[in-house]
């Protein structure tokens, strides 16, 4: 069974940071890009960023470029969002999805993002 | 970027009625487009991938149509755990924009 299980989220002070992580089992991680979408409270899906199956190829967000980095670890099955500079419009829920066919085929349930003062 | 536009915002349908949902691209994305469910407090699950491709065990009452700028989601006949919002996302190009969702309510 595909599982994909986010940590990391918490509350955080503007201009903190944190590193969120999605530990994945059930498949052949190594062989799947993959992308983290954000959800802040009670608004729409927001895509952030995206990570090719060996780490080589990223893309950003044009609103997180520059402060936030995808990065992963295909020996421990883990993919990584470390988040810097936050603001407060970084509040949302973040997820990790997996790549299928340039959509996201499985989801975790999310990590929540609190950035306040 | 671009711009995903669902319409209409809310729908209000009887249990086993067919619901018909619209999206919207700003500029073709030939046919890379999905849909999502999102119920409360859950994650979003892949419906449609490829405009018109069922997802794994997704039940063939939903359909997906359409290419270019102007996509359909069909639910032939809701059934009480359909009422949920429904999501449209380009996977044409980056970033890979949502719609604004359409929530389908009981009515």
């Known amino acids: 069974e595909v599982q994909l299980v986010e940590s990391g989220g918490g509350l955080v002070q503007p201009g903190g940071s944190l590193r969120l992580s999605c530990a994945a089992s059930?498949?052949?991680?190594?062989?799947?890009?993959m992308h983290w979408v954000r959800q802040a409270p009670g608004k729409g899906l927001v895509w952030v960023s995206r990570i090719s199956n060996d780490g080589s190829y990223t893309k950003y967000a044009d609103s997180v470029e520059g402060r936030f980095t995808i990065s992963r670890d295909n020996a421990k099955n883990t993919l990584y969002l470390q988040v810097n500079s936050l603001r407060a419009e970084d509040t949302a829920i973040y997820y990790c999805?997996?790549?299928?066919?340039?959509?996201?085929?499985?989801w975790g349930q999310g990590t929540l993002v609190t950035v306040s003062s | 970027e671009i711009v995903m536009t669902q319409s209409p915002a809310t729908l209000s349908v009887s249990p086993g009625e067919r619901a018909t949902l619209s999206c919207r691209a700003s500029?073709?994305?030939?046919?890379?487009l999905a849909w999502y469910q999102q119920k409360p407090g859950q994650a979003p699950r892949l419906l449609i991938f490829g405009a018109s491709n069922r997802a794994t065990g997704i039940p063939a009452r939903f359909s997906g149509s359409g290419s270019g700028t102007e996509f359909t989601l069909t639910i032939s006949s809701l059934q009480s755990e359909d009422f949920a919002v429904y999501y449209c996302q380009q996977c044409n190009s980056w970033p890979q924009t949502f719609g604004q969702g359409t929530k389908v309510e009981i009515k």
């Open positions: 500029q073709s994305v030939s046919s890379n």
């Open positions: 059930g498949f052949t991680f190594s062989d799947y890009w």
């Open positions: 999805a997996r790549d299928f066919n340039s959509a996201g085929d499985y």
